[in-house]
Protein backbone atom coordinates (compact mmCIF):
# COMPACT_ATOMS: atom_id res chain seq x y z
CA UNK A 1 0.00 0.00 0.00
CA UNK A 2 1.72 3.20 -0.89
CA UNK A 3 1.90 5.64 1.77
CA UNK A 4 1.20 9.82 1.68
CA UNK A 5 2.65 12.21 4.43
CA UNK A 6 0.67 14.92 5.11
CA UNK A 7 2.21 17.75 6.86
CA UNK A 8 0.28 21.15 8.23
CA UNK A 9 1.93 24.35 9.14
CA UNK A 10 -0.87 26.11 10.45
CA UNK A 11 -0.80 25.83 14.54
CA UNK A 12 -4.89 26.04 14.03
CA UNK A 13 -6.57 22.59 14.07
CA UNK A 14 -9.56 23.22 12.53
CA UNK A 15 -8.40 26.03 10.89
CA UNK A 16 -8.62 26.58 6.49
CA UNK A 17 -5.99 24.64 5.94
CA UNK A 18 -6.55 21.69 8.14
CA UNK A 19 -9.50 21.60 6.45
CA UNK A 20 -7.88 22.04 2.50
CA UNK A 21 -5.42 19.48 4.02
CA UNK A 22 -8.68 16.77 4.87
CA UNK A 23 -10.09 17.31 1.60
CA UNK A 24 -6.65 16.72 -0.27
CA UNK A 25 -6.71 13.50 2.45
CA UNK A 26 -10.35 12.24 1.13
CA UNK A 27 -8.55 12.25 -2.43
CA UNK A 28 -5.37 10.26 -1.27
CA UNK A 29 -7.88 7.62 0.48
CA UNK A 30 -10.17 7.34 -1.97
CA UNK A 31 -6.95 6.08 -4.28
CA UNK A 32 -6.70 3.18 -1.83
CA UNK A 33 -3.21 5.50 -0.35
CA UNK A 34 -2.80 5.47 3.03
CA UNK A 35 -2.17 8.87 4.74
CA UNK A 36 -0.13 10.07 7.68
CA UNK A 37 -0.95 13.54 8.88
CA UNK A 38 1.30 15.80 11.15
CA UNK A 39 0.90 19.44 12.37
CA UNK A 40 4.53 20.85 12.67
CA UNK A 41 3.13 22.21 15.42
CA UNK A 42 2.88 19.89 17.78
CA UNK A 43 6.62 18.95 17.39
CA UNK A 44 10.12 19.95 18.76
CA UNK A 45 11.72 21.35 15.51
CA UNK A 46 14.48 23.45 16.16
CA UNK A 47 15.58 25.88 13.41
CA UNK A 48 19.17 23.88 11.89
CA UNK A 49 22.50 24.55 13.97
CA UNK A 50 24.09 24.92 10.76
CA UNK A 51 26.83 22.64 11.89
CA UNK A 52 27.56 21.06 8.45
CA UNK A 53 27.47 17.33 10.05
CA UNK A 54 25.49 16.32 7.18
CA UNK A 55 27.72 18.24 4.40
CA UNK A 56 31.14 16.69 6.69
CA UNK A 57 29.66 13.04 6.72
CA UNK A 58 27.91 13.52 3.39
CA UNK A 59 24.97 12.21 4.71
CA UNK A 60 21.42 12.50 4.24
CA UNK A 61 20.88 12.89 7.96
CA UNK A 62 20.73 14.92 10.58
CA UNK A 63 23.19 15.10 14.05
CA UNK A 64 20.00 17.36 16.18
CA UNK A 65 18.20 14.63 18.10
CA UNK A 66 14.82 16.28 18.35
CA UNK A 67 11.14 15.35 16.66
CA UNK A 68 12.84 16.25 12.91
CA UNK A 69 14.51 12.76 13.44
CA UNK A 70 10.91 10.78 13.00
CA UNK A 71 10.21 13.14 10.18
CA UNK A 72 12.61 12.22 8.26
CA UNK A 73 12.11 8.97 8.62
CA UNK A 74 8.37 9.58 7.35
CA UNK A 75 9.41 11.78 4.68
CA UNK A 76 12.24 8.61 3.31
CA UNK A 77 9.14 6.42 3.78
CA UNK A 78 6.27 7.65 1.96
CA UNK A 79 5.61 7.88 -1.55
CA UNK A 80 4.39 11.19 -2.07
CA UNK A 81 3.40 14.08 0.07
CA UNK A 82 1.67 17.41 0.60
CA UNK A 83 2.60 20.67 2.42
CA UNK A 84 0.04 22.81 3.45
CA UNK A 85 0.74 26.55 5.27
CA UNK A 86 -0.82 29.42 5.62
CA UNK A 87 0.90 32.81 4.60
CA UNK A 88 2.40 34.52 7.63
CA UNK A 89 3.91 38.19 6.60
CA UNK A 90 4.10 37.10 3.17
CA UNK A 91 5.87 33.59 3.35
CA UNK A 92 5.41 30.16 5.01
CA UNK A 93 4.60 29.94 9.22
CA UNK A 94 7.50 29.61 11.41
CA UNK A 95 6.65 26.09 11.75
CA UNK A 96 6.95 25.09 8.21
CA UNK A 97 10.08 27.33 7.48
CA UNK A 98 11.97 25.62 10.16
CA UNK A 99 11.11 22.23 8.66
CA UNK A 100 12.40 23.31 5.34
CA UNK A 101 15.42 24.27 6.73
CA UNK A 102 15.83 21.13 8.44
CA UNK A 103 15.65 20.09 4.60
CA UNK A 104 19.15 21.04 4.98
CA UNK A 105 20.88 17.42 4.60
CA UNK A 106 18.88 16.81 1.44
CA UNK A 107 20.83 19.30 -0.48
CA UNK A 108 24.70 18.43 -1.17
CA UNK A 109 27.29 21.01 -1.46
CA UNK A 110 27.11 21.19 -4.57
CA UNK A 111 23.47 21.65 -4.25
CA UNK A 112 22.72 17.49 -5.76
CA UNK A 113 19.44 16.57 -4.25
CA UNK A 114 19.86 13.43 -1.82
CA UNK A 115 16.00 12.49 -0.99
CA UNK A 116 15.41 8.98 -2.06
CA UNK A 117 14.21 9.26 -5.35
CA UNK A 118 10.52 8.17 -6.34
CA UNK A 119 8.25 10.92 -4.67
CA UNK A 120 6.38 13.91 -5.27
CA UNK A 121 4.96 16.97 -3.29
CA UNK A 122 1.94 18.74 -3.51
CA UNK A 123 1.59 22.31 -1.76
CA UNK A 124 -1.77 24.28 -0.57
CA UNK A 125 -1.03 27.52 0.61
CA UNK A 126 -4.15 29.82 2.12
CA UNK A 127 -4.25 33.45 2.47
CA UNK A 128 -6.20 36.22 3.84
CA UNK A 129 -5.51 38.66 1.12
CA UNK A 130 -8.20 38.56 -1.80
CA UNK A 131 -5.38 39.20 -4.46
CA UNK A 132 -3.79 35.93 -5.39
CA UNK A 133 -1.01 37.85 -6.92
CA UNK A 134 0.19 39.30 -3.80
CA UNK A 135 2.93 36.53 -2.32
CA UNK A 136 3.14 34.71 -5.42
CA UNK A 137 6.68 35.04 -5.31
CA UNK A 138 7.33 33.89 -1.49
CA UNK A 139 5.43 31.17 -2.45
CA UNK A 140 7.35 29.82 -5.99
CA UNK A 141 10.44 30.72 -4.15
CA UNK A 142 9.17 28.14 -1.11
CA UNK A 143 8.34 25.48 -3.68
CA UNK A 144 11.86 26.02 -5.52
CA UNK A 145 13.57 25.33 -2.85
CA UNK A 146 11.90 22.18 -1.02
CA UNK A 147 11.78 20.86 -4.80
CA UNK A 148 15.81 21.20 -4.63
CA UNK A 149 15.98 18.92 -2.10
CA UNK A 150 14.60 16.19 -4.83
CA UNK A 151 10.95 16.45 -3.96
CA UNK A 152 9.54 17.14 -7.43
CA UNK A 153 6.82 19.53 -7.13
CA UNK A 154 2.92 18.07 -8.43
CA UNK A 155 1.12 20.85 -8.12
CA UNK A 156 0.05 23.12 -6.42
CA UNK A 157 -3.22 25.81 -4.71
CA UNK A 158 -3.61 28.81 -2.86
CA UNK A 159 -6.81 29.78 -1.29
CA UNK A 160 -7.56 33.49 -0.90
CA UNK A 161 -9.88 35.70 1.25
CA UNK A 162 -9.77 33.30 4.46
CA UNK A 163 -9.77 33.87 7.81
CA UNK A 164 -10.83 31.15 10.51
CA UNK A 165 -13.85 32.62 12.37
CA UNK A 166 -13.75 35.71 10.87
CA UNK A 167 -14.68 35.54 6.69
CA UNK A 168 -16.53 32.74 5.73
CA UNK A 169 -15.80 29.04 6.40
CA UNK A 170 -13.55 27.55 3.35
CA UNK A 171 -16.12 24.60 3.21
CA UNK A 172 -18.27 27.58 1.72
CA UNK A 173 -16.02 27.76 -1.16
CA UNK A 174 -16.76 24.62 -3.53
CA UNK A 175 -14.15 25.64 -6.02
CA UNK A 176 -11.37 24.95 -3.90
CA UNK A 177 -12.58 22.54 -1.49
CA UNK A 178 -12.64 20.42 -5.25
CA UNK A 179 -9.37 22.31 -6.06
CA UNK A 180 -7.79 20.53 -3.03
CA UNK A 181 -9.59 17.17 -3.08
CA UNK A 182 -7.94 16.81 -6.51
CA UNK A 183 -4.66 17.94 -5.71
CA UNK A 184 -4.66 14.69 -3.11
CA UNK A 185 -6.45 12.55 -5.75
CA UNK A 186 -3.65 13.17 -8.12
CA UNK A 187 -0.46 13.28 -6.17
CA UNK A 188 0.41 9.40 -6.48
CA UNK A 189 -1.27 7.91 -9.41
C1 LIG B 1 0.67 36.08 12.30
C2 LIG B 1 -0.19 36.09 11.07
C3 LIG B 1 0.31 36.65 9.91
C4 LIG B 1 -0.46 36.66 8.75
N1 LIG B 1 0.06 37.23 7.62
C5 LIG B 1 -0.68 37.22 6.48
C6 LIG B 1 -0.15 37.80 5.30
O1 LIG B 1 0.98 38.27 5.24
N2 LIG B 1 -0.96 37.82 4.19
C7 LIG B 1 -2.23 37.28 4.21
O2 LIG B 1 -2.89 37.31 3.18
N3 LIG B 1 -2.72 36.70 5.31
C8 LIG B 1 -1.97 36.65 6.45
N4 LIG B 1 -2.48 36.06 7.57
C9 LIG B 1 -3.80 35.39 7.50
C10 LIG B 1 -3.68 33.88 7.29
O3 LIG B 1 -2.73 33.56 6.30
C11 LIG B 1 -5.01 33.28 6.83
O4 LIG B 1 -6.08 33.68 7.62
C12 LIG B 1 -4.92 31.78 6.76
O5 LIG B 1 -5.98 31.26 6.02
C13 LIG B 1 -4.93 31.14 8.16
O6 LIG B 1 -4.92 29.75 8.05
P1 LIG B 1 -5.55 28.80 9.18
O7 LIG B 1 -7.03 29.07 9.21
O8 LIG B 1 -5.21 27.44 8.75
O9 LIG B 1 -4.89 29.18 10.46
C14 LIG B 1 -1.75 36.07 8.75
C15 LIG B 1 -2.23 35.49 9.94
C16 LIG B 1 -1.47 35.49 11.08
C17 LIG B 1 -2.01 34.85 12.35
Given at each position: MKKALILIG?????GSTATLAAEAERGLKENGIETKTVFLNDLKIKGC???YWCKKNDV???AMKDDMQNLHQLMKECDGMIVASPIYFAGVTAQTKAWLDR??????????PKMPPGKKVSFIFTQN??????FATPIATFMQMVG???????DHMLACDLDTG???????NKKVMEQAYHLGKNLIQ
Open positions: SPRKKQACAECLFPYIGMDLSQPDARLLTGLPVKVKPPVED
